[in-house]
């Protein structure tokens, strides 16, 4: 009966990634990822506002502070719970947040620049 669940749930997994593989059926260019903006608002300098039609930045760049935590706590973790079990994947896991917060917020912080996409 194990065997049976096993392979059913094995079966279920790989026929849950032909969804991810199958090629999409659009062939509107608006509809794909890479060509969505959006539209941001500028303060000109008369105090006017105006809505610029901008790219929208990479998901790393939109949550870069987000994933660069979650990578040196679960790196710190990993590195922690080889050296010394399940009390030192704790420990590993709270410096390696904390080396990443160091790291993401004081020594490489990041201006967030948006480009203007200009269609004429």
């Given at each position: 009966m194990k065997k049976y669940i096993i392979s059913f749930v094995?079966?279920?997994?790989?026929?849950?990634l032909f969804v991810?593989?199958?090629?999409?059926?659009?062939?509107?260019?608006?509809?794909n990822a890479q060509t969505r903006s959006y539209y941001m608002r500028?303060?000109?300098?008369?105090?006017?506002?105006?809505?610029?039609?901008?790219?929208?930045?990479s998901y790393y760049r939109r949550h870069r502070n987000r994933i660069n935590m979650a990578i040196g706590?679960?790196?710190?973790?990993l590195i922690g719970g080889l050296l010394?079990?399940?009390?030192?994947?704790?420990?590993g896991a709270g410096?390696?947040?904390?080396?990443?917060?160091?790291?993401?917020y004081k020594f490489n912080k990041k201006k967030r620049r948006y480009v203007k996409v200009r269609r004429y």
């Open positions: 094995m079966m279920t997994l790989v026929a849950g991810f593989a199958a090629p999409s059926t659009t062939t509107n260019l608006a509809v500028r303060v000109v300098r008369n105090g006017r506002v105006r809505y610029v039609r901008t790219a929208k930045p706590t679960g790196g710190g973790a010394g079990g399940g009390k030192g994947a704790l420990i410096v390696g947040a904390g080396s990443s917060a160091l790291y993401t």
